[in-house]
Every structure is written in structure tokens, then in C-alpha cells.
């Protein structure tokens, strides 16, 4: 994995020392909220609904166990014991108090970490599959080309004050494990016609209060091109996107009112003029990368292996979790694990301290000593092999984080909501708890089969509830708490945005609702087919139907 070099270092250090100075300043009364806003927001300090937050950037997901321990260490030294992974791949203290933040980002700048530009008018956490560097069914790794473009865009003068946040997210994978259609700019590692390996750029994606899918903008894009293309899509979107009203500020917004067609010809005119720059990344720094992300040291070993078969057959719940919670690896005799952090009646996303010094314990035994949090919510232990999977389930049943649930009705997507989040206007925790709780019996769960169900407490859509299969979206109505119900939405290949299905439930209905949904899809399903299979061939005027008793 990428290690922090002495620029890396010397960057760092020496914005955690403004950043300290700033700290003292606001404390001091020297600096009032208002200055002291932007300033924060740029080293991930948030001001939630009852105290800050610091979100930590983990880019592309990627985490060593040293930096997952480093985490379980500030979770217990400056928050309240847990911390919560979220939908970037990022994690969040929720309860850090401002004059320990300073030295929160010293004790992560130790295991190579910041929380630089975690927020702001900014390039986020660049986010990718999860599986990257082990998936079966991707071209090449896409990692070093995440790094490439986060070293671009840290603190780049040109991209610091853009008209609002920008989100990348990279794949190289034929499934779409990413979410690209849903971010400011998707790039898809592909073939061309001549089998050379580009990107596929999208543009223009994102939720919130107006939801887009990504538009194609070159549907090949030479690898050598990457940092230019990228400046030059910035360099528009910074000179035409709107700072005259947030709402309309994102680059979605943009390319909407433009259309595709004349988006791309400014894109392309920019690159053009642009060809003459200096080049950002040489082929020298490109190769240097790269070899920070070489394959760990396999060992040789069969695809089959008999030992771990023959525990699949003996073992009914381990062949279960097996089933639903491992991926295929392209390491012969190895395997993916996802760790669901699920529970029944949990929060999602949350770990404690505990459980992260004891999943940091596994990556050093299991998995090279390495781990990726998923754009669900998720953990991954990416390089296991087979002959270690049973002693790895038994480990992890122990500690509650085996269910077999990846992909399944509780394994939900869900924000903080208005338990902790000031813009919210609904809670979605408890609503997901109630869900998973009326839904915890595997049996059923199994039944139901792939259903991913989102929940946002408000229309950020910070919950990505327009891409569930099942999404709610918390709203408030005269004081009291209500939940619109999407559905049809997906990330995946089959992308496509939810629609509104109806009014929206109260708190004390909705999870009934959701009931009802279910079990309507389980009435008139044909065999094999996936509750969005069913939504999709039959539409949504059956559950309609049955949701509000239409006569």
C-alpha cells in the first residue's frame, strides 16, 4: 500500500501546524466561528448537532492493521469508544472535543493518515472497489491511479476554492462495485478496440436533491491523459459552475443545464489548449507508485483446496456464511472476505475500539496486514487463503461479526440522521435498527435474497437512499418525523435512479411498510429473480397497490 514519502510528510506537518495555530486562535476568541469555518472544514472538522466531528480520510478504502489500531487508539483516547466507517470510505469520531483535534491529526500523520480535505468546496476522498488489486473480473489494479489523482488534487491551488465538494471514484472492474455513476467524475478502466487499457470517463453524477446518473464524456481516455483530462474538467467546472446558489453549485448541475454535448466540447477545448502544460506525473513517479501496490507474497497453492471443502460440507453455517460473504480472488487457493459490521438491531458502519484492534489482529494473521473499508459500510479482508477461512469464521463468529447478511435486507446503507447530523431532518438510525431487527431471521433472509435497502435522514442523500433497491428518506411534516419511499434504484451495473413510490409513512408505519414491499415481491416473483428483477419487469403499480390498499 502507498506510504507517505518526505513530501508526503513535510505537507503534512506543516498543515497540522497551521491547523494548530488556527485551533488556538478560535479558542482564543481571536478567530470567530464564521472565519473559523472554512478553515476547519478543509481538515475534516464538521460542527454536528451536538458536538464536532472529525472525519479521517482513507483513500480508496485502503487501511494497514497499524492504522486501524491508530484508530481504535483515538476512539478510546478522544471519542466515545467507536468510530463510523461511511459511504466514501472514510471514518468519523463524532464526539472529539476542537482543542484535542490538533493532536488527533498528529497521532494520525504517525501511520501515514490526515483528514485533509475531508470536507469543503474541494476534491474528497478519491473512493474505489473495495475489491481493487484482487478481483477476478478487473483489468488492473486501480489503486496507483487513485493515488495519482489524490496527490494531484491535495491542496492544488488551481482546485482549492471550486464553486462546490467534487467526488471521484475509480474501477477497473466489469462490475461497478464502486458506485461511478453516482459521482462528479467516474473512471472505468477499459480495453479499447486495439486492447490498450484507458478510462471511460463519466461526468456529472450525484444525489441529493437532484439526482443524476453520470453522462459518458470519452468513452476512451489514454492512461497518459488521465491528470490532463482531469485538470481540464475542473478547469470548466471551476470558471462555469454556479457560486450563486449552493443548490445548483454541483458540477451535475452543470453539465445538466449545458447538456453532454456542449460540456464535452469545452472539456475538449480546454485539454487541447492545455496539451502544453508540464506533466504532473512522469513515467518515473507513475512506476514508483505502482510498485507501493505489488502483490503481497502469495504463497503457491491449488484453487481446490479439500481441507476447506470438506468443512463447507460438515458445517452448515459455515458453508452459509461462506456463501454469501466471500468473493472470488485471482490468487489461485485464496479468497475475499467481507466483514458485514451489521449486526442485528447495530448501528451500521459503527465499530468499536475493541473490535477494531481484533480486526486489526486478523488482517496481520489473515490477510497480509491489510484491510478496505466498502461503500457500503462494510470491511474487507482481501487476501485470505482458503486453508485459513474456517479458523478465520470461528474467530469471527465469536466477536459477532460473521453474519451472513452481505448484500441481504440488513445490510443497510444508513447516515447518521438527526441523531447526530444538523442538517437532517429525520433519524435513520433507529429505522434501521427496527429493520434489521423485523428482518433478522437468516432463513428469511435467504428467501428474500439481494436486496439492498438505503436510509438517508435527509436530502443530501448522505444515506445514498436513491440507489437502493428499497431506499427511505427521512422528511419532517409539521414536527413530526416521516419516511418517502424510492424504489428501482441501483449502483451497480444496472444503474438507475428510485422512484417515488407514493406519500410518505410515518416513523411508527414505515418499517411495515418495507414489510409490505417484501412480501409483495415474494407473492408475484417469477423463479430466480431479485426483488429489483421483479420491481423492474412487472412495475411499481403492484406494490403500490398492496402498500396503500388501492382498491
Same mark, same amino acid.
Given at each position: 500500500m502507498y506510504r507517505y514519502d518526505e513530501f508526503d510528510n513535510r505537507l503534512t506537518a506543516e498543515r497540522i501546524g497551521e491547523y494548530r495555530d488556527q485551533v488556538a486562535r478560535r479558542l482564543d476568541g481571536d478567530l470567530n466561528e464564521d472565519n473559523f469555518r472554512n478553515l476547519r472544514l478543509r481538515n475534516g472538522l464538521y460542527m454536528q448537532l451536538h458536538a464536532y466531528m472529525l472525519r479521517v480520510a482513507i483513500p480508496y478504502g485502503l487501511m494497514s492493521s497499524d492504522q486501524l489500531r491508530k484508530l481504535a487508539f483515538l476512539a478510546r483516547t478522544y471519542d466515545k469508544d467507536y468510530g463510523h466507517?461511511?459511504?466514501r470510505q472514510n471514518l468519523q469520531f463524532n464526539w472529539p472535543n476542537l482543542e484535542?483535534?490538533?493532536?488527533?491529526?498528529?497521532?494520525?500523520?504517525?501511520?501515514?493518515?490526515?483528514?485533509?480535505?475531508?470536507?469543503?468546496?474541494?476534491?474528497?476522498?478519491?473512493?474505489?472497489?473495495?475489491?481493487?488489486?484482487?478481483?477476478?473480473? #478487473?483489468?488492473?489494479?486501480?489503486?496507483?491511479?487513485? #493515488?495519482?489523482?489524490?496527490?494531484? $488534487?491535495?491542496?492544488?491551488?488551481?482546485?482549492?476554492? $471550486?464553486?462546490?465538494?467534487?467526488k471521484i471514484a475509480v474501477s477497473a472492474a466489469a462490475e461497478d462495485r464502486a458506485a461511478t455513476t453516482v459521482h462528479d467524475i467516474g473512471l472505468l478502466l477499459i480495453h479499447n478496440a486495439a486492447g490498450e487499457t484507458g478510462f471511460r470517463?463519466?461526468?456529472?453524477?450525484?444525489?441529493?436533491?437532484?439526482?443524476? $446518473?453520470?453522462?459518458?464524456?470519452?468513452l476512451f481516455l489514454p492512461k497518459d491523459d488521465l491528470i490532463g483530462y482531469l485538470q481540464a474538467i475542473l478547469r470548466v467546472y471551476n470558471m462555469e459552475g454556479r457560486r450563486d446558489n449552493m443548490y445548483k453549485a454541483r458540477i451535475k448541475i452543470l453539465v445538466h443545464e449545458l447538456g453532454i454535448e456542449k460540456f464535452r466540447a469545452k472539456v475538449e477545448a480546454e485539454f487541447e489548449a492545455s496539451a502544453g502544460d508540464p506533466l504532473f506525473i512522469g513515467r518515473q513517479e507513475e512506476a514508483r507508485i505502482k510498485a507501493q501496490f505489488a502483490a503481497p507474497a502469495y504463497k503457491r497453492r491449488d484453487e481446490y483446496h479439500p481441507g476447506h471443502e470438506a468443512k463447507l460440507r460438515k458445517n452448515a453455517a459455515f458453508a452459509q456464511w461462506a456463501a454469501h460473504n466471500l468473493a472470488a480472488h485471482k490468487q489461485p487457493g485464496y479468497a475475499i472476505v467481507n466483514l458485514p459490521l451489521k449486526p442485528a438491531g447495530g448501528i451500521p458502519g459503527d465499530v468499536s475500539a475493541d473490535q477494531m484492534d481484533f480486526i486489526a489482529g486478523l488482517a496481520d494473521t489473515y490477510s497480509f496486514g491489510e484491510l478496505r473499508a466498502t461503500h457500503r459500510q462494510n470491511l474487507v479482508l482481501a487476501d485470505v487463503a482458503k486453508s485459513d477461512l474456517y479458523s478465520l469464521w470461528q474467530k469471527i463468529s465469536k466477536a459477532g461479526l460473521a453474519p451472513p447478511n452481505l448484500d441481504r435486507i440488513t445490510d443497510i446503507i444508513c447516515c447518521p440522521g438527526m441523531d447526530y447530523c444538523s442538517l437532517a431532518t429525520a433519524r435513520s438510525i433507529p429505522i434501521a435498527q427496527r429493520i434489521s431487527e423485523r428482518f433478522s431471521d437468516q432463513e428469511r433472509q435467504d428467501t428474500i435474497g439481494e436486496l439492498k435497502l438505503n436510509i438517508s435522514g435527509c436530502i443530501n442523500a448522505c444515506g445514498h437512499h436513491h440507489i437502493g433497491h428499497i431506499g427511505l428518506l427521512g422528511v419532517e411534516k409539521n414536527g413530526e418525523e416521516y419516511y418517502q419511499i424510492t424504489v428501482g434504484g441501483s449502483a451497480a451495473g444496472d444503474a438507475d435512479i428510485g422512484r417515488i413510490i407514493g406519500p410518505a409513512f410515518a416513523s411508527e408505519d414505515v418499517v411495515d411498510a418495507v414489510e409490505t414491499l417484501v412480501d409483495t415481491y415474494l407473492d408475484i416473483r417469477a423463479p430466480g429473480e431479485r426483488f429489483l428483477d421483479t420491481l423492474r419487469r412487472i412495475g411499481p403499480e403492484p406494490f403500490k397497490e398492496r402498500l396503500y390498499a388501492i382498491d
Open positions: 466507517f461511511t459511504t484535542d483535534t490538533p493532536e488527533i491529526l498528529e497521532h494520525l500523520a504517525d501511520v501515514d493518515m490526515s483528514a485533509i480535505q475531508t470536507s469543503g468546496n474541494v476534491n474528497r476522498n478519491v473512493t474505489a472497489d473495495a475489491f481493487a488489486g484482487v478481483a477476478r473480473d #478487473e483489468i488492473e489494479d486501480p489503486r496507483p491511479y487513485c #493515488e495519482i489523482v489524490r496527490q494531484f $488534487l491535495t491542496l492544488n491551488p488551481e482546485f482549492s476554492w $471550486l464553486p462546490r465538494k467534487f470517463v463519466l461526468v456529472g453524477g450525484g444525489l441529493g436533491r437532484s439526482p443524476f $446518473l453520470g453522462k459518458v464524456l470519452r
